[in-house]
């Protein structure tokens, strides 16, 4: 990613981050459900806004595209999905995507929603609702196989990428990531760090994949403590990595 370049959540709704990406003159932003926040931010900080990154079709993600696109003449890159109809330019994987002056690489991870994409530069990732601080999303459209393929993309990630997830969520991932996995270390330090974090206000992402690694219950479907845990509380049906992520997020669904 361009050294010049400045990620900064903007937030909205309960619990949603839009991400605004500038260089101090011109910007981006991803999945803006919201438009009066980003129109804010943007006067506030005197940008331009060049261009929208979408990753999936959900309105919390999109409900600003139309107004965004209006006031400021944007263009919007999204998945190839007919749904989102104020998409300029749609993309798909392995398409290279440049965002003031930085390149983002295109990855299809579908789950959450069938058109799921993420955006991929150096040492970033934008991932949406696919792979969020210590959880995943939940599989609306999808299968529990076909999710855990899309998150085996992510976790091929250099371990030092930040993971730039739309929620603020972590905590209560983290409480099943507890459940799940209780022996795990990493994990105890991490639910202190971020317990912190929310106690004075601030956001808990972007976390790094290595955490994530380390800490994921849903990046590690190929531990054995965590799989012994699942094995002695009756959540796996199965073996294999598709028997263990979906055990996980079954539990998940309704923890």
Known sequence: MSSKLTVEPIQAFT???????????????????????????LAERQLQLRDILV???????????EALKEATGCCIWGPSNTKITAVDRRVSEGEIVTILDTDFSILEVPGHTLDHIAYVADGIVFCGDTLFAGGCGRVFEGTFPMMRHSLSKLRQL???THIYCAHEYTLANLSFAMAADPDNESLKSRVKRCEALRQQ???????LLADELATNPFLRWDAPGLIRNLTGLDRLDGQGG??????????????
């Open 158 to 160: 250099p371990p030092d």
């Open 201 to 207: 206000g601030e956001p808990t992402v972007p976390s």
């Open 55 to 65: 990753t999936h079709h959900h309105f919390d993600h999109t409900g600003g595209l």
């Open 15 to 41: 619990d949603n981050y839009i991400w605004l990406l500038h260089d101090g003159a011109a910007a981006a932003v991803v999945d803006p459900g919201d438009p009066e926040p980003v129109l804010a931010t």
């Open 242 to 255: 598709d028997a263990v992520f979906s055990g996980l997020r079954q539990w998940k669904d309704t923890f």
